[in-house]
């Protein structure tokens, strides 16, 4: 029953990835997200039904386009893994709870912003506003110890990015601001800070590797979406843990 199961989860997460995809896609540019169908960006044909299953079109067509055999990016498939992989591992890591509201709300959230941030280097309004009501249910579905400090995470997240934003004269952009107020009411203030830190890790390991690799040249700007959402996603499931590792090793 089991591997049934977290089977089905991976083929849901598949399926949600892919449709993350076109969300991500379609409505920073607001496009809708039901017509046209998906079609190649480059040829603009029309794919067909076989064309869209998730990851295993990808391989089978060695990410190529079957009509013009431009290369397709492999963005679109890793995000359909990932995904998949992240909903079906979620109940392992935090049980099978009420929690899973939260858990699958973020991991949908920090994969739609990923696409987002990284191809437009855009968080839309549209999608933040959503999630910021669907956690305001969740927070009251499942509240948290104390349970006001969702509604203060998400002040002092707003204000924290804030206050970088001014001192660095537009270093910060506006959605990463308001993703790190949505973001406050999952984690409360007590997090959140851990969510920076390790938001900042991985936008710094993300830069220096992409200058010194040549992908990206000085001053040029990169989005800090991605690295917000791998921050969330370690510190949501395994924050507690690093920690605990953390001050055993202090002391």
Not at 73 to 102: M, N
Request: charged residues 10%; positive net charge; aromatic residues 14%.
């Amino acid at each position: 029953m089991g591997v049934i199961l977290h089977s089905y989860l991976f083929l849901v997460g598949l399926a949600l990835g892919s449709f993350y995809n076109v969300v991500g896609l379609r409505v920073p540019v607001k496009r809708s997200i039901v017509a046209p169908r998906s079609s190649c960006p480059t040829c603009e044909r029309e794919l067909s039904p076989l064309e869209l299953v998730p990851v295993f079109s990808y391989l089978f067509q060695r990410g190529k386009c079957k009509g013009c055999a431009s290369r397709i990016s492999p963005i679109y498939a890793g995000v359909e893994f990932a995904t998949a992989l992240l909903f079906t591992i979620a109940p392992f890591l935090v049980g099978w709870s009420k929690e899973l509201i939260i858990s699958y709300g973020l991991i949908s959230l920090l994969v739609i912003i990923f696409v987002s941030d990284i191809t437009y280097m855009l968080i839309p309004d549209r999608i933040l506003l959503f999630f910021a009501a669907y956690f305001i249910v969740g927070r009251i579905l499942v509240p948290m110890d104390p349970w006001y400090s969702p509604f203060i995470g998400a002040a002092g997240g707003f204000l924290l990015l804030l206050l970088i934003a001014v001192i660095s004269k537009g270093g910060m952009g506006g959605g990463d601001i308001k993703l790190f107020a949505v973001l406050g009411l999952v984690f409360g203030y007590q997090e959140l800070l851990l969510v920076f830190f390790f938001s900042t890790l991985c936008g710094t390991i993300i830069g220096v590797t992409a200058l010194s690799t040549g992908r990206v040249k000085r001053k040029q700007h990169i989005p800090f979406g991605p690295s917000i959402a791998l921050g969330a996603i370690l510190t949501y499931f395994y924050g507690e843990q690093i920690l605990h590792w953390y001050f055993s090793f202090l002391s």
